[in-house]
């Protein structure tokens, strides 16, 4: 039986409206509860239909459970909750079609055992997206989920760039040569920085490895081999991480 949690917030889908409020189904259980129209939005609501409708997705934090009832606010839910949710909400539903498509009529055991172990469906995508494959192959997942799923980790990994203005000075008589020395010298094996002039003696640099651990693991290499080679070279170097 699902534990329901107060304080907690859940993906409720309506089922009926009434006049005083709306009836829910309560995340992916088959549990139902109730939201007074005074909690259905953080604006006066004059009639229920004016902000939902059967089948509508709405998220929800449970604020009572009782013998009789169980009810809910949408009214309560921070904005930052509202994002968590359908986040979690999204993966979960895609993965779940994932497995429904690969494992056929054996997609609802293997959703439970992946629950059973993990907490969640997301709570397993997140041991996906950290560790790899060998959750999937000790869930024994079969190829064809298992590449379906790893692809769309990967697509839904969090990425981010990283620009980092760069001061860059020599006034040396061969100061301009040193400093295309410095600047087209190939600090990365990999395709995924630039450096550009913006105005002496401001250049531009920016890192984009894909995975945010990678970038700013590459940004931090390349940073360190700029800084070695300006040494080397006599250069006056300083770099500052522009905020965006």
Same mark, same amino acid.
């Given at each position: ?22 009836? $829910?189904?309560?995340?992916?259980? !088959?549990? %139902? ?5 005074? %909690?259905?939005?953080?604006?006066? $609501?004059?009639? $229920?239909?004016? @902000? ?12 009572? @459970?009782?013998?009789?009832? =169980? ?15 359908? +986040? ?15 494992? &056929?009529?054996?997609? =609802? !055991? ?5 629950? %059973? +172990? ?8 997140? /041991?996906?997206? +950290? ?16 590449? /379906? ?6 697509? =839904? &990994? ?13 006034? =040396? ?69 522009? +905020?965006?």
């Amino acid at each position: 039986m699902v534990e329901l949690n107060i304080g907690a917030v859940y993906v409720c889908q309506v089922k009926k409206l009434l006049q005083h409020g709306i009836i $829910v189904q309560i995340g992916d259980t !088959q549990k %139902e509860g109730f939201i007074h129209i005074s %909690e259905l939005s953080k604006r006066w $609501v004059k009639d $229920v239909k004016d @902000v939902a409708k059967e089948g509508d997705k709405i998220v929800c934090k449970l604020i009572k @459970v009782e013998q009789q009832t =169980t009810e809910l606010s949408a009214k309560r839910v921070t904005d930052n909750e509202e994002r968590q949710a359908l +986040k979690e909400w999204s993966v979960e539903n895609r993965i779940g079609r994932i497995i429904e498509k690969t494992f &056929k009529k054996d997609s =609802t !055991q293997f959703l439970q055992t992946a629950k %059973e +172990k993990y907490g969640s469906i997301f709570e397993f995508y997140s /041991a996906v997206l +950290k560790n790899g494959s060998p959750v999937l192959e000790e869930l024994k997942l079969n190829k064809e989920a298992a590449e /379906a799923i790893l692809d769309f980790v990967e697509k =839904t &990994k969090k990425k981010i760039t990283i620009k980092t203005d760069l001061f860059v000075q020599d006034f =040396t008589e061969e100061g301009v040569e040193n400093i295309q020395r410095l600047l087209q010298k190939p600090y990365s094996s990999k395709n995924n920085y630039s450096i550009r002039y913006i105005k002496a003696p401001h250049y531009l640099l920016t890192v984009n490895a894909g995975e945010t651990k990678k970038t700013i693991s590459e940004n931090k290499k390349i940073i360190e081999g700029l800084e070695v080679s300006s040494k080397e070279l006599g250069i006056d170097f300083k770099y500052k991480e522009v +905020k965006e």
